[in-house]
């Protein structure tokens, strides 16, 4: 593994058959990342199916399911390495239904590429706009826009500018700068500007997507701010004992440190002593921000922790909130939004109901400046400020004072309603 390189964490976006997963593959396989051989087991699968042409997706789609739907289902990890940087590549579903890891995905992520389709009948679609709201909440401040299926378009520079503008006009009105978003025309499928430079669209001087990817900004570690670490899964591995997984958002882990996993099972949290860690099956000394990892503490059981809750350091142990106060704005709701409302938030890797206590202000999503107090109600384009208050116990911080663990989104029957972020909070005592 490449120890010495900085790590990011990398997600793909964007809507359904735009050619995510196809991307992704193309990208690993053109940079040498994965091996003749395996792609040819995929072509053969992809022939096998009646998908010809779908071996590239087949790359990241490792699920059965996902290759016999020919859709992305769960979020898929792959590694991949540049000369300069080592990234964990992040592939989110772009199925209505599936965004709920989508949304998993880009609240782990330090970058992002949402790809659109060039394809006269596309353009951006309604996932388009969510999924560019959804990374600007959830903080992807760094984004790179890759034009795909260019070859539909007839490798046409006038139809490039014409998706240009429309994902231009999409990004400003989430609070992006598009002058400062690189936009590259790809056609995945036959390996287009996405590590070779194309000689079918001469019009276009840039970067390929693998040089423009190389000199993203790396991340800053927040290695100085308290641990915390959301757990994803737990496992029982024969001979180690429990291991739970998840990436490190904050803070360093080091082994022999005493640790405690908030809320745990009681909600009083439950404490131990950190014996190992492990990134890609390699033992390490320490965790930072960024790595992904499983690890054993000792003291602690199967039973006492589950996806959802977060660890930290004994001494200064994640907050568990009675109530907090958030910063939302309302997304895709089909009515509206009002006091008693008490719809599933998605919190990094927790999911819990809260109910809204109270709606405080209306503000205008552009310049934050308050439009209303205390409004009866708030619908689709309001910005507001309200106060929550969780079903169970839930770990959130502060946006002043861990950013990462700040950020959620809010889901209802299906579908992203909202988002936002905590700027308050009243903790368990």
Known sequence: MAKDKTHINLVFVGHVDHGKSTTVGRLLFDSGNVDEQAMRKLKEKAESLG????????????????????????????????????????????????????????????????VVSANPSDGVQAQTKEHVFLCRTLGVNQLIVAVNKMDMAEYGEARFNEVKQQVSELLKTVGYKPDQIPFIPVASLHGDNIVKKSDKMAWYTGHTLVDQINVLNAPDKPTDKPLRLPIQDVYSITGI????????????????????FMPGREGKGITGECKTIEMHHEQLQKAEPGDNIGFNVRGVEKKDIARGD????????????????????????????????????????????????????????????VLEENPDFIKNGDAAIIRIKPIQPLVIEKQSEIPEMSRFAIRDSGQTVAAGMCIDLVKKV
Do not use: W
């Open 51 to 114: 998908k010809g042409g779908f071996e590239f997706a087949f790359v990241m789609d490792n699920l059965k399911e996902e290759q016999e739907r020919g859709v992305t289902i769960d979020l898929s990890h792959k590694k991949f390495e540049t000369d300069k940087y080592y990234f964990t590549v992040i592939d989110a579903p772009g199925h209505k239904d599936f965004i709920k890891n989508m949304i998993t995905g880009a609240s782990q992520a330090d970058a992002g590429v949402l």
């Open 241 to 260: 004992g429990v291991v739970p997984v998840g990436r490190v958002e904050t803070g360093v882990m080091k082994l022999g440190d005493k640790v405690t």
């Open 310 to 369: 977060v660890l930290g350091h004994a001494d200064n142990p994640p907050s568990v909130a009675t109530e907090f106060t958030a910063q939302i704005v309302v997304l895709n709701h089909p009515s509206v939004m009002t006091v008693g409302y008490t719809p599933v938030f998605h919190i990094h890797t927790a999911q819990v109901a809260c109910q809204i206590m109270a709606i405080e202000k209306k503000l205008n999503p552009a310049s934050g400046e």
